[in-house]
């Protein structure tokens, strides 16, 4: 009667022992994964910029709330220098938009480190040029082309263009 019990410990620890091993293989398992590299660069008053860390760069899209109209931002911050960002709705994926008129919902705008802001403001007539290159579920890559005053002092402009790809960090409603 003892030998039995064994035996049945011994098969009972043997099938818990290999359950485990299969359980630790599948969470071990990789699927094969696609690396991006992320950028966000392009040229601010003349000068170069490249927004290194990618935690710094994101890109979201949305859907409003009331509306259902869907919505696309990009942006870049680099500590010391400051924040640029894209704002703008009717995103459909690859195809061209513009955001600083008084047609389209939108904006874009640079945020220095020394808390001056400048917008494409639809009153100045020049609305900016967003291309987006390439779009899917989780990527975002495009071309801009800005002419933005600052808010305080209309007759302060600055250009700044570039071109971004970077992943799609969520999905949400707006209010």
Same mark, same amino acid.
Do not use: H
């Given at each position: 009667m003892?030998?039995? /019990?064994y035996?049945v410990?011994a098969? !009972?620890?043997?099938?818990?022992? =290999?359950q ?10 990789? @699927?094969d994964? !696609?690396v /991006?590299?992320? #950028?966000f660069?392009?040229e601010?008053?003349?000068?170069? +910029?490249e927004? @290194? %860390?990618?935690e710094?760069k ?14 696309l931002?990009? $942006?870049?911050?680099?500590?010391? $220098?400051g924040?640029?960002?894209?704002? #703008? =709705? ?6 061209s /938009?513009?955001?600083? %008129?008084?047609?389209?919902v939108g904006?874009? /705008? #640079? $945020? ?5 802001? $400048?917008e494409?403001?639809?009153?100045? %007539?020049?609305?900016?040029? !967003?291309?987006?290159t390439?779009?899917?579920?989780? !990527?975002?890559e495009?071309? +801009?082309?800005?002419?933005?005053y600052?808010?305080d002092?209309?007759?302060d402009?600055i250009? +700044?263009?570039?071109? +971004?790809?970077?992943?799609i ?5 707006? %209010?």
């Amino acid at each position: 009667m003892k030998a039995n /019990y064994y035996f049945v410990l011994a098969v !009972i620890i043997l099938a818990v022992s =290999c359950q485990k091993e299969e359980e630790v293989k599948e969470e071990l398992e990789v @699927e094969d994964a !696609i690396v /991006y590299e992320e #950028f966000f660069k392009g040229e601010l008053a003349g000068k170069k +910029f490249e927004i @290194e %860390n990618p935690e710094y760069k994101e890109a979201n899209r949305s859907v409003g709330f009331e509306s259902g109209i869907p919505a696309l931002s990009v $942006w870049g911050y680099e500590e010391g $220098w400051g924040e640029m960002g894209i704002y #703008f =709705c009717f995103y459909e994926g690859k195809g061209s /938009y513009t955001t600083g %008129n008084k047609k389209d919902v939108g904006y874009s /705008y #640079f $945020w220095d480190a020394e808390d001056n802001y $400048w917008e494409d403001l639809p009153q100045m %007539n020049n609305p900016s040029e !967003i291309e987006i290159t390439y779009a899917d579920e989780n !990527i975002v890559e495009g071309t +801009f082309n800005v002419v933005a005053y600052n808010i305080d002092d209309t007759t302060d402009v600055i250009e +700044f263009k570039g071109s +971004f790809g970077v992943l799609i960090e969520k999905e949400g409603d707006e %209010n």
